[in-house]
């Protein structure tokens, strides 16, 4: 795996934050059966990840810019470098006791990601990733997916959910996918789906509606492990614009292709 300054730092940050929750997440299948439920629990859980990332990564670079979910944006000294959190991405898995979700960490310097940590802490997965290091699972160098053929894969979405999204929009894309595809997934959290693309478990996924701490961190894996990373305008403002598609090359560009014809 990476062993550079900057990944060390992110990865001892992420842990230290993955053990708390890890915790917390055996309380939340406690709460599933009680009658108050774990929603303010899981507030609680959300927060407290988040201060523990910002005081170690404070600590270590105490200059350094945050944008993170709960605090919003807190400039430092030095604005080129800006870490992106997101202290629980899959917040709705967490509340109830469905184990897939992650903290998303990434370096975004002068706007681009440049280094991406994503950890599940329940799995004991932890994904990194720095430009031109390469991407890991664990110890293990990623590879997206070589499939090529739309039929032979199997394509993660996101899904909008009530009060969010164009769900007139997604229907028609949906039509136009799930007859080309293997299969169609979708998992609750955009890091995992990120990060499940650059380790070849999907072949590609496209979402809408996202904010720069769901996906900057993934945008490096997948990157890194050899995959193309495009807003759905086929452009590089998957921050800005908030939708993202990826995969490798020939897969992308026809999922594309659908997602344009609907």
């Known amino acids: 795996?990476?062993?550079?300054?900057?990944?060390?730092?992110?990865?001892?940050?992420?842990?230290?934050?993955?053990?708390?929750?890890?915790?917390?997440?055996?309380?939340?299948?406690?709460?599933?059966?009680?009658?108050?439920?774990?929603?303010?629990?899981?507030?609680?859980?959300?927060?407290?990840?988040?201060?523990?990332?910002?005081?170690?990564?404070?600590?270590?670079?105490?200059?350094?810019?945050?944008?993170?979910?709960?605090?919003?944006?807190?400039?430092?000294?030095?604005?080129?470098?800006?870490?992106?959190?997101d202290p629980l991405d899959g917040t709705t898995n967490f509340l109830h006791g469905i184990p897939i979700f992650s903290i998303s960490l990434a370096l975004v310097r002068n706007g681009v990601p440049v280094a991406g940590v994503i950890f599940n802490p329940v799995m004991d997965e932890l994904y990194v990733a720095e430009a031109g290091q390469g991407a890991y699972l664990n110890d293990r160098r990623l590879r997206v997916a070589g499939r090529k053929k739309l039929a032979d894969s199997v394509v993660c979405c996101g899904l909008p959910h009530m009060g969010r999204g164009d769900h007139a929009k997604f229907n028609r894309e949906l039509e136009k996918v799930q007859g080309q595809v293997s299969g169609l997934r979708r998992t609750g959290?955009?890091?995992?789906?990120?990060?499940?693309?650059?380790?070849?478990?999907?072949?590609?996924?496209?979402?809408?509606?996202?904010?720069?701490?769901?996906?900057?961190?993934?945008?490096?894996?997948?990157?890194?492990?050899?995959?193309?990373?495009?807003?759905?305008?086929?452009?590089?403002k998957m921050l800005d614009k908030g939708s993202v598609i990826a995969g490798n090359e020939i897969i992308r560009s026809d999922l594309m292709r659908l997602l344009k014809s609907a």
């Open 1 to 85: 795996m990476i062993r550079t300054p900057l990944i060390t730092v992110m990865v001892q940050a992420v842990r230290k934050a993955g053990r708390a929750l890890a915790r917390d997440f055996g309380e939340v299948e406690q709460l599933q059966v009680s009658m108050k439920g774990p929603g303010d629990f899981v507030s609680a859980a959300d927060r407290k990840s988040e201060e523990t990332l910002h005081a170690e990564l404070l600590r270590v670079r105490p200059t350094y810019s945050f944008l993170m979910e709960e605090s919003g944006a807190v400039e430092g000294a030095d604005t080129s470098n800006v870490w992106v959190v």
């Open 189 to 236: 959290s955009a890091a995992i789906d990120l990060a499940w693309v650059a380790s070849g478990r999907f072949d590609a996924f496209w979402e809408r509606d996202l904010s720069a701490w769901d996906m900057a961190a993934g945008i490096v894996l997948v990157r890194e492990a050899g995959g193309i990373v495009t807003d759905l305008s086929d452009g590089d």
